[in-house]
């Protein structure tokens, strides 16, 4: 019993650690999609930018899923389970990377004379911070249950 308890241990560690390390390249990636310098969406989050807080909290929340499906999948095989959680945890990140974008490039703002950018990371709430969490939501759901 002592044995299967640090096994149990040890594995959760394992998969706290490599989930810790997707879950921050998942933030500076979204980071660097943030215009501005990097860095500049720590500076809009401790300002209190609601638009910032919401889209990284989807992003981090759509990550977390996708890993959590992962482990999920694999938990009984440690080495399997790490590697298969690191390639689908930056593989979630990395394809809800490309879905932030087009949701920028391909939304109707972009078209208008303030663009989206300065909408989605301007000071106050705007509505569409929430569809683009959403949309990371749901890719993130989507791309969880593939692996399931």
């Known amino acids: 019993m002592i044995w299967d308890t640090a096994e149990a241990f040890t594995h959760a560690l394992c998969y706290v650690i490599l989930s810790g390390a997707i879950l921050g390249f998942g933030y500076l990636t979204s980071d ?3 215009p501005g310098a990097l860095g500049e ?3 809009h989050l401790l300002n209190g930018n609601p638009n910032v807080a919401i889209m990284t909290a989807a992003h981090l929340v759509s990550s977390g899923v996708i890993l959590l499906a992962s482990v999920w999948v694999t938990h009984q095989e440690l ?3 790490l590697l298969m959680t690191g390639t689908f945890g930056v593989l979630g990140v990395a ?3 490309v879905i932030e974008l087009l949701v920028v490039r391909v939304t109707p703002a972009a078209l208008t004379d ?4 300065e909408r989605l ?3 106050t709430f705007h509505p569409l911070s929430a569809v683009v969490a959403t949309i990371s939501v749901v890719f993130g759901l989507i791309i969880a249950v593939s692996i399931l």
């Open 114 to 117: 303030g663009g989206v950018q």
């Open 79 to 81: 080495g399997k389970g």
């Open 32 to 34: 660097i999609l943030t």
């Open 41 to 43: 969406k720590a500076k």
């Open 121 to 123: 990371y301007g000071e």
């Open 95 to 97: 394809l809800l990377a």
